[in-house]
């Protein structure tokens, strides 16, 4: 006799299969290696069909599935535990951004793909993977994959206050990166207002050329 | 900026993602109608999340042979389930070895299979393939026999719709087609997934005239049957033929990695047109 109160396997094979562009998103940028983020995703999957009696139904099955791969990540893909970031705490400065105008901040847009530039579309990637892991998790798992904050807390396993705080941070730190590659590139010009304590505004090219070429 | 932007700005995230309950929404859109700044930090902060998304995306791309190696891992996950657990015997009996192996010996196949399809199989097939094809003959030799064992015993297939072909896919690890061989009279009558040495091929039965014609279709990488067999040209496609125990084998590969064999009793030129007839 079949039960039927459990996801049947190929009920879950085919919910999983829809799920693997997102597990693989986030196991590439958690691993930032893709044959380790394929092993990770599979790691994820034979582990999650095995406990999908403990998947309630009705509830987001892309957040499930993220959570065991994180887990499975932190037990099997790091050693030692997690790394909290120092910077933990809430925002003392929640205009921290207040430095860049609203006319930089629209010449870093491009309003057509309603996107960044994609000068400066190409370096997320690399922006993205300079962020300490936890905000570069929250990030991905709300602006990528679009989980909630509640979600995301679950599956970070911190209060959702942090979640948003990690998020802002994120962000924040992004946004100031892609200033510094916009001024670089002379997509915008230098800001009259004084820029922020902690992120440096004004860029020393050869600095950042030597920065670039460190990652080509 | 005006000082009521201390106030919005830690709420234009939250909004953005969603989470504003609907009275802050319209506060903060009240505002946003008022305020430059605050509506272009909301342009831009959608602006890099879009851009985000096209990034993560484009970076780790699900590729079909990615897909195809989490389908055949999650297959074997749930043939070994099925193992374990007695309340899916039921379920068990409904798939492939009814009657061709007992239980026990036919689960100790699975899990080997399964032992192969946790490794990479972008990476490690293709040194298995390589280690299959190097093989002591002995188990291509045991690999031939059990299609001529399976092909003797002839026993009653488990679905006879070739709209469920597709339903073995996982199982099998390649697409499973059914060769057309009405040009010569053959008519199919039905397929079951039988374990052959340590893997699984699809097993669909044809009968033509007095004969009975049993072809294979599996994954050629995990199949070395042609390291047992004498090589030919049939319309410029190399096919590879034999016989064992009075049973006439002819295997093909195709480009995509297809394998099949027919075993027969017709003789070995007539089993090779079959099986050069596939491509």
Same mark, same amino acid.
């Given at each position: 006799?079949?039960?039927?109160?459990?996801?049947?396997?190929?009920?879950?094979?085919?919910?999983?299969?829809?799920?693997?562009?997102?597990?693989?998103?986030?196991?590439?940028?958690?691993?930032?290696?893709?044959?380790?983020?394929?092993?990770?995703?599979?790691?994820?999957?034979?582990?999650?069909?095995?406990?999908?009696?403990?998947?309630?139904?009705?509830?987001?099955?892309?957040?499930?599935?993220?959570?065991?791969?994180?887990?499975?990540?932190?037990?099997?893909?790091?050693?030692?535990?997690?790394?909290?970031?120092?910077?933990?705490?809430?925002?003392?400065?929640?205009?921290?951004?207040?430095?860049?105008?609203?006319?930089?901040?629209?010449?870093?847009?491009?309003?057509?793909?309603?996107?960044?530039?994609?000068?400066?579309?190409?370096?997320?990637?690399?922006?993205?993977?300079?962020?300490?892991?936890?905000?570069?998790?929250?990030?991905?798992?709300?602006?990528?994959?679009?989980?909630?904050?509640?979600?995301?807390?679950?599956?970070?396993?911190?209060?959702?206050?942090?979640?948003?705080?990690?998020?802002?941070?994120?962000?924040?730190?992004?946004?100031?990166?892609?200033?510094?590659?916009?001024?670089?590139?002379?997509?915008?010009?230098?800001?009259?207002?004084?820029?922020?304590?902690?992120?440096?505004?004004?860029?020393?090219?050869?600095?950042?050329?030597?920065?670039?070429?460190?990652?080509? | 900026?005006? &000082?009521? @932007?201390?106030?919005?700005?830690? /709420? $234009?995230?939250?909004?953005?993602?969603?989470?504003? *309950?609907?009275?802050? =929404? %319209?506060?903060?859109?009240?505002?946003? &109608?008022? @305020?430059?700044?605050?509506?272009? /930090? $909301?342009?831009?902060?959608?602006?890099?999340?879009? *851009?985000?998304?096209? =990034? %993560?995306?484009?970076?780790?791309?699900?590729?079909?042979?990615?897909?195809?190696?989490? /389908? $055949?891992?999650?297959?074997?996950?749930?043939?070994?389930?099925?193992?374990?657990?007695?309340?899916?015997?039921?379920?068990?009996?409904?798939?492939?070895?009814?009657?061709?192996?007992?239980?026990?010996?036919?689960?100790?196949?699975?899990?080997?299979?399964?032992?192969?399809?946790?490794?990479?199989?972008?990476?490690?097939?293709?040194?298995?393939?390589?280690?299959?094809?190097?093989?002591?003959?002995?188990?291509?030799?045991?690999?031939?026999?059990?299609?001529?064992?399976?092909?003797?015993?002839?026993?009653?297939?488990?679905?006879?719709?070739?709209?469920?072909?597709?339903?073995?896919?996982?199982?099998?690890?390649?697409?499973?087609?059914?060769?057309?061989?009405?040009?010569?009279?053959?008519?199919?009558?039905?397929?079951?997934?039988?374990?052959?040495?340590?893997?699984?091929?699809?097993?669909?039965?044809?009968?033509?005239?007095?004969?009975?014609?049993?072809?294979?279709?599996?994954?050629?990488?995990?199949?070395?049957?042609?390291?047992?067999?004498?090589?030919?040209?049939?319309?410029?496609?190399?096919?590879?033929?034999?016989?064992?125990?009075?049973?006439?084998?002819?295997?093909?590969?195709?480009?995509?990695?297809?394998?099949?064999?027919?075993?027969?009793?017709?003789?070995?030129?007539?089993?090779?047109?079959?099986?050069?007839?596939?491509?």
């Amino acid at each position: 006799m079949i039960r039927t109160d459990r996801l049947t396997a190929k009920a879950f094979e085919s919910g999983a299969l829809g799920e693997l562009s997102p597990l693989l998103g986030v196991a590439t940028r958690l691993t930032r290696n893709p044959a380790d983020a394929q092993d990770l995703v599979q790691d994820t999957l034979l582990k999650a069909m095995r406990a999908r009696d403990q998947f309630e139904a009705g509830t987001n099955l892309r957040a499930w599935l993220i959570r065991i791969l994180m887990n499975t990540f932190i037990n099997r893909y790091r050693r030692g535990g997690l790394e909290r970031s120092v910077l933990e705490g809430p925002d003392a400065d929640p205009l921290a951004d207040g430095w860049i105008s609203a006319t930089t901040m629209e010449a870093m847009r491009d309003p057509e793909a309603q996107a960044l530039r994609p000068m400066l579309a190409a370096e997320i990637g690399h922006a993205l993977d300079e962020l300490p892991e936890d905000y570069r998790m929250a990030v991905v798992l709300s602006d990528v994959e679009e989980l909630s904050y509640k979600e995301i807390a679950e599956i970070m396993g911190c209060p959702i206050g942090t979640v948003m705080s990690r998020l802002h941070r994120g962000r924040k730190l992004l946004k100031g990166r892609l200033y510094e590659h916009a001024r670089a590139m002379g997509i915008v010009g230098p800001e009259t207002e004084v820029g922020p304590v902690g992120v440096q505004p004004v860029v020393e090219l050869d600095r950042y050329r030597a920065k670039k070429a460190a990652h080509s | 900026m005006s &000082s009521s @932007c201390h106030h919005f700005v830690p /709420r $234009l995230e939250p909004l953005r993602d969603g989470e504003l *309950s609907p009275s802050e =929404v %319209v506060d903060v859109e009240q505002h946003l &109608s008022e @305020c430059e700044r605050c509506t272009e /930090r $909301l342009r831009l902060g959608e602006a890099l999340r879009v *851009s985000l998304k096209q =990034v %993560v995306h484009a970076e780790a791309p699900v590729t079909a042979g990615f897909e195809e190696r989490i /389908r $055949l891992a999650l297959a074997a996950e749930s043939a070994r389930e099925s193992r374990m657990n007695p309340e899916h015997e039921a379920q068990l009996r409904m798939l492939s070895w009814r009657g061709i192996l007992p239980i026990a010996s036919a689960a100790a196949v699975v899990m080997v299979w399964a032992a192969t399809a946790n490794n990479r199989v972008g990476d490690v097939a293709t040194s298995q393939s390589h280690m299959y094809q190097s093989a002591a003959p002995a188990s291509v030799e045991r690999l031939l026999e059990d299609l001529v064992k399976n092909h003797e015993r002839s026993t009653a297939p488990q679905f006879t719709e070739a709209s469920l072909l597709s339903q073995l896919e996982p199982e099998v690890g390649v697409p499973v087609r059914l060769p057309n061989f009405k040009q010569y009279g053959a008519r199919w009558e039905g397929v079951s997934v039988v374990p052959v040495n340590n893997q699984r091929a699809a097993s669909l039965s044809y009968r033509m005239g007095g004969h009975r014609l049993t072809v294979y279709v599996y994954n050629a990488s995990r199949f070395p049957v042609r390291g047992a067999l004498k090589q030919r040209v049939v319309r410029d496609e190399p096919v590879y033929v034999g016989s064992r125990y009075g049973v006439s084998i002819a295997a093909t590969e195709r480009r995509d990695g297809v394998g099949y064999a027919v075993a027969t009793d017709l003789n070995a030129d007539e089993s090779a047109e079959l099986v050069a007839s596939i491509y």
